[in-house]
């Protein structure tokens, strides 16, 4: 059975599956982001006919995933795999391994700590990893000698500030650049002068995260942050880097109604970003802290057609992205990719 965008958004809308211990050993690939509202929970990624989810591995999650009774070999993806909720298939596919955090991307995480305070993420409370310049460089080339390397993405949280961040990024981008012709993305907090020196050094796309577009509940959530200032980064950037090449990822179920996406949305699209609807689920590190609710299925396949018409009005394709979530597709419901 194939996913179409219903089933997908009733599997991200459920966001685990309980999956066979036999099928993670055999040579799959499992993940564990170590930025956003994700970070440190292991997943893995299912593929149905193209269309692509990330499942958060959940003991408890009432999504089953098990071989196929047709169990047929496919070297390095365990087989045909289904996916069963109440005792029956919904999807058929395949498991793909993450090259470093998700399929034909190396996404690599520069800092995985942060000195912002956002309430619905977990990486200021984890203390993770941050990466020196070599150690990036060979998880790189690690991942580009797979054969299956198809674009390199960054992203960081912010260990002292900002500025310093994105001159870490900035020489990061250009020592890639100097090796690989491959499409880069790079996702961190913006700087004044960050699209400009990001562009320079060889980046090809941005995300610059709003997180939410309802300005009530951005300075409950961010404290300490500018909702206005990035989004005037976001409209800087779309002048440097260009139509289909901005993106932002909107946070959907911190007590937003549907009006204020949507009007977030237009309000983005007006000036060249692409929006990433990005449904949450809470953590047990920030728990209590925001008013989390997972989004039904239903929810966000309303949010996501709607977006679709509102980028067809302003001639916006999330399908020409080459980088970071709108390639993977793996987290949301992606217009033009999934719908």
């Known amino acids: 059975m194939v996913m179409n965008a219903w089933t997908k958004a009733l599997l991200v809308s459920i966001g685990s599956a309980n999956i066979d211990n036999e099928l993670l050993e055999e040579a799959v690939r499992t993940t564990r982001p170590s930025a956003g509202p994700g970070a440190g929970i292991e997943s893995f990624f299912f593929n149905s006919d193209g269309i692509r989810v990330r499942l958060a591995i959940n003991s408890n999650s009432p999504l089953k995933a098990q071989k196929s009774r047709k169990a047929l070999k496919s070297p390095g993806a365990g087989g045909e795999v289904s996916l069963v909720l109440d005792g029956n298939i919904i999807a058929s596919g395949r498991l793909e391994p993450a090259l470093s955090h998700c399929p034909e991307q190396a996404y690599i995480t520069i800092s995985g700590r942060c000195v912002s305070d956002c309430k619905f993420c977990p990486v200021p409370r984890l203390s993770g990893e941050v990466r020196g310049q070599e150690e990036i460089l060979q998880m790189v080339e690690d991942a580009w000698k797979t054969g299956s390397l198809k674009a390199i993405s960054l992203t960081s949280g912010v260990e002292s ?179």
Do not use: W
Request: hydrophobic content about 35%.
């Open 161 to 339: 500030s900002a500025e310093e961040e994105m001159k870490r990024a900035v020489s990061i981008v250009s020592a890639l650049r100097a090796r690989y012709s491959l499409p880069i993305g790079v996702s961190i907090y913006p700087t004044d002068t960050s699209s400009e020196e990001l562009k320079q050094a060889g980046a090809t796309e941005v995300k610059y995260n709003v997180e939410t577009m309802d300005p009530e509940i951005f300075s409950r959530v961010c404290p300490g942050l500018s909702l206005e200032y990035i989004i005037e980064s976001l409209r800087k950037a779309v002048e440097i880097f260009g139509r289909n090449r901005v993106s932002s990822n909107f946070i959907i179920g911190l007590g937003e109604s549907d009006d204020s996406v949507l009007e977030g949305v237009a309000r983005i699209a007006d000036i060249g970003v692409i929006p990433i609807l990005r449904p949450i689920s809470p953590h047990p590190l920030r728990k209590g802290e925001a008013n989390v609710n997972r989004p039904s299925a239903e929810r966000l396949l309303m949010l996501a057609r709607a977006t679709k018409k509102i980028l067809e009005d302003h001639n916006l394709r999330p399908d020409n992205a080459e980088t970071m979530c709108l390639s993977c597709t793996g987290c949301d419901i992606t217009p033009y990719r999934d719908l």
